[in-house]
Nanobody, 122 residues
Framework: QVQLVESGGGLVQAGGSLRLSCVAS????????MGWFRQAPGKKRELVAT???????GYSDSVKGRFFISRDNVKRTVWLEMNSLEPEDTAVYFC????????????????WGQGTQVTVSS
C-alpha cells in the first residue's frame, strides 16, 4: 500500500524559510522520479519541484531560485527547502512519485498523502 507522509509546514513571515519532508513507502522510491506539488485555495494542484533518480532537479518558474528539492533513497525521504517565502507560496504541499518526462510529468499515485500546510504572512 502506497503511503506518502508530508510534514514540516507551518506559519512563517514573508522572507522566511521552511523545510518540508516526505516519507514514502509501499513502492520502490529509488526507482522513481519524485516531485513536490502544491494546491492553494480555489486553485488546481501544481507541480513545483522535481528530482529524478539521478538527482537532476527541475522547478516551476514561480519557485526557481528559492526552492530546492533533494532526496535520500535509503531514508525513502524527499525534502523541499523553501527560502524567501512569499504570501503567494501559501498552499498545502504534497509529494508524489512522477511518471512521464521532464516538462510533462504527472503524479504516479492516486493515493495522495494528507499534505502539509504552508502559510506565509505578509
Amino acid at each position: 500500500q502506497v503511503q506518502l507522509v508530508e510534514s514540516g509546514g507551518g506559519l512563517v513571515q514573508a522572507g522566511g524559510s521552511l523545510r518540508l519532508s516526505c516519507v514514502a513507502s509501499g513502492f520502490v522510491c529509488s526507482d522513481s522520479a519524485m516531485g513536490w506539488f502544491r494546491q492553494a485555495p480555489g486553485k488546481k494542484r501544481e507541480l513545483v519541484a522535481t528530482i529524478t533518480r539521478a538527482r537532476s532537479t527541475g522547478y516551476s518558474d514561480s519557485v526557481k531560485g528559492r526552492f530546492f528539492i533533494s532526496r535520500d533513497n535509503v531514508k525513502r525521504t524527499v525534502w523541499l527547502e523553501m527560502n524567501s517565502l512569499e504570501p503567494e507560496d501559501t498552499a498545502v504541499y504534497f509529494c508524489n512519485a512522477l511518471v512521464g518526462v521532464a516538462g510533462a510529468y504527472t503524479a504516479e499515485w492516486s493515493a495522495w498523502g494528507q499534505g502539509t500546510q504552508v502559510t506565509v504572512s505578509s
